[in-house]
């Protein structure tokens, strides 16, 4: 692990996938983990809120209960996330297109609105992006929108953290649910670019949750080389 030792994080989305190995392995290395979703985390953190991040009204609050008497929070990832329907923008409904806005990109503003009106000082602050964010192929729909839409909050929000390195990161490809039911639900005919995930489900192409996570943990020194607000690819920052 490179620079400081991460001492306290939140984590929100850790009650699966990446979250969950992202918590994991900084509860590994003796950090203090707060978190917030819908299932809770299946680990013993600092703290564990459960929220539904679609209803808006009730962030602040889980934010607030969550992070009582907290003043300092070293590393922030805002990584709860959902991918809605493989389909043409044509076939997309409304109400869902609402909810992966409502949940990937606009959840997390009573999330850094929190932390900036209490004065949390924050030491770096990942939002977890996609490759899908920029690729616009055929079927991503209001996944794709909300990822581009969530690049331009983090450039926007830095602004607002001076004091504090902020990107939103596309991952690559990690061994979730969300990669699961790509691999099982989708017409691969129809969607052709869904085909390379596929293929690279269970081979090294395709790492699982903790060792995708232990790659973002090592990069942060790396990220915090790129200027704030940015967004990155994990898979073309400089290797260490
Ligand atoms: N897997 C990949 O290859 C890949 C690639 C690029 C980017 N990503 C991004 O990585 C992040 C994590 O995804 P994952 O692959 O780890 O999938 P995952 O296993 O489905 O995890 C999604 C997490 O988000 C939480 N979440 C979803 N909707 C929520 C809601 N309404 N309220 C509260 N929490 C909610 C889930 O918690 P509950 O269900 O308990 O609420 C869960 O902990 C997402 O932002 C995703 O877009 C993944």
Redesign the pocket.
Known sequence: MSGKPIRTALV??????????LTRMLMRQGAAVYG?????CPEETAGDVR????RYEDIAPAMAQLLDGVERLDLVVL?????GQIQSMQEADIAELRQLMD??VW?NKPILDHLLAHGIEVGQIIA?????SVSGNFGWSG?SIS?AALNMFVQLYAHEFPDTHMHAL??????????GFISDAVDLERFPALKR?QEARGTDA?PD?EAVAQQILESLARLRDAPSGRFVDLRDLPKP
């Open positions: 929100t989305g850790n009650s699966s996938g990446l979250g969950l190995g917030l979703s819908r299932r809770g929220v539904d991040l679609a990584n709860a996330g959902l991918l949940v990937n959840a977890i992006s996609s490759g899908a996944y990822k596309a991952p690559g490809l990690v061994d979730t649910a969300m990669q995930l395709m949750n």
